[in-house]
């Protein structure tokens, strides 16, 4: 028999075979829906048997369908491997990795690991999902991302932890600022001033909401923010104090901002890798992710006035 397909009309099977549908499919190969229909017609015509039974909202996988998809993973896997592990191939390889990640890790973590990354592989092409703390772990979930790095997850049964750093909640202010003076501040003292919180939404405030549970004196909040950059940006206006994790801080030689270790609790936070554990990662995503790995044991770079994160 003769084949007549190639590897775009095998990696359009396998798009929809773990998409479910033909419109996001497509658009994951960056096709328009009419050519992404005729690479499936193709590849079924060459075969001689029906992969797919298409509905008008889902298409699911006939049986032999699913013994192909799993054969085919297994092939494409090994071919990956293979081209990532032939020096010269490697560097001209095409392909995707996802990761979702919080902004603060974005800035701490995966800049340099891009940096890094690029110079192997320069034409796979990086996607990030930055988000808050859930909707990273619900990107991991869904299969969305290839891996995410995040605070939470690690109390997920499904979803695999590797911690990376654990961090402190420290309270940012400006230099001009009484507290910025202070080589500690208690929590309690933070209700004599104007205070910018995360809103409810946030990860970091039911961290925050937990370990604060029970404490009688509070700050109360004057403003409330979704997200870290646009806190940060309120303090740096002077329109009051905020708590963020030490990561989300820019660098200690910011010209406005200070950030002082908050004591009486201490609350910390651990970041790392979450992934799916049923997920093999594709050979791309395992290279990358075992950079990000290796973040563990080195010195985090230094960061610039640029790189003030988003929690």
């Given at each position: 028999?003769?084949?007549h397909?190639?590897?775009?009309?095998l990696?359009?099977?396998?798009?929809?075979?773990?998409?479910?549908?033909?419109?996001?499919?497509?658009?994951s190969?960056?096709?328009?829906?009419p050519?992404?229909?005729?690479?499936?017609?193709?590849?079924?015509?060459a075969?001689?048997?029906?992969?797919?039974?298409?509905?008008t909202?889902?298409?699911?996988?006939?049986?032999?369908?699913?013994?192909?998809?799993?054969?085919?993973?297994?092939?494409?896997?090994?071919?990956?491997?293979?081209?990532?592990?032939i020096?010269?191939?490697?560097?001209?390889?095409?392909?995707?990795?996802?990761?979702?990640?919080?902004?603060?890790?974005?800035?701490?973590?995966?800049?340099?690991?891009?940096a890094?990354?690029?110079?192997?592989?320069?034409?796979?092409?990086?996607?990030?999902?930055?988000?808050?703390?859930n909707?990273?772990?619900?990107?991991?979930?869904?299969?969305e991302?290839?891996f995410?790095?995040?605070?939470?997850?690690?109390?997920?049964?499904?979803?695999?932890?590797?911690?990376?750093?654990?961090?402190?909640?420290v309270?940012?202010?400006r230099?001009?600022?009484?507290?910025?003076?202070?080589?500690?501040?208690?929590?309690a003292e933070?209700?004599?001033?104007?205070?910018?919180?995360?809103?409810k939404v946030?990860?970091n405030?039911?961290?925050l909401d937990?370990?604060?549970?029970?404490?009688?004196?509070?700050?109360?909040?004057?403003?409330?923010?979704?997200?870290?950059?646009?806190?940060?940006g309120?303090?740096?206006a002077?329109?009051?104090?905020?708590?963020?994790?030490?990561?989300?801080?820019?660098?200690?030689?910011?010209?406005?901002?200070?950030?002082?270790?908050?004591?009486?609790?201490?609350?910390?936070?651990?970041?790392?890798?979450?992934?799916?554990?049923?997920?093999?990662?594709?050979?791309?995503?395992?290279?990358?992710y075992?950079?990000?790995?290796?973040?563990?044991?080195g010195?985090?770079?230094?960061?610039?006035?640029?790189?003030?994160?988003?929690?």
């Amino acid at each position: 028999m003769s084949a007549h397909f190639d590897l775009n009309d095998l990696f359009a099977f396998r798009a929809v075979a773990e998409l479910g549908n033909f419109r996001k499919a497509a658009e994951s190969v960056h096709i328009s829906q009419p050519a992404f229909s005729r690479r499936i017609d193709k590849l079924e015509q060459a075969l001689g048997v029906r992969l797919l039974e298409r509905s008008t909202r889902r298409v699911s996988l006939t049986v032999v369908g699913r013994d192909f998809d799993r054969q085919l993973r297994q092939i494409l896997d090994a071919l990956d491997t293979t081209l990532l592990g032939i020096r010269g191939v490697a560097a001209t390889r095409m392909g995707e990795v996802t990761i979702a990640a919080v902004p603060s890790a974005v800035n701490y973590f995966l800049s340099s690991v891009i940096a890094r990354y690029h110079e192997r592989y320069p034409r796979v092409r990086v996607k990030i999902i930055d988000e808050s703390a859930n909707a990273v772990l619900l990107a991991v979930a869904r299969g969305e991302a290839d891996f995410g790095l995040n605070f939470v997850g690690s109390q997920e049964g499904d979803v695999e932890f590797k911690p990376l750093v654990e961090e402190h909640f420290v309270a940012a202010c400006r230099r001009d600022h009484p507290l910025a003076k202070k080589r500690q501040v208690r929590w309690a003292e933070l209700a004599q001033y104007d205070y910018i919180a995360a809103d409810k939404v946030s990860g970091n405030r039911l961290l925050l909401d937990q370990a604060l549970a029970g404490m009688a004196e509070q700050p109360h909040s004057l403003y409330e923010t979704r997200h870290g950059t646009t806190m940060i940006g309120l303090v740096e206006a002077g329109l009051g104090v905020a708590v963020v994790p030490s990561m989300a801080m820019p660098a200690k030689d910011h010209p406005l901002l200070a950030s002082v270790p908050l004591v009486d609790p201490v609350v910390k936070r651990m970041v790392g890798l979450i992934k799916r554990r049923s997920t093999v990662l594709t050979p791309a995503a395992q290279e990358f992710y075992n950079l990000c790995a290796a973040m563990q044991t080195g010195k985090p770079r230094r960061r610039t006035r640029a790189a003030a994160a988003a929690a």
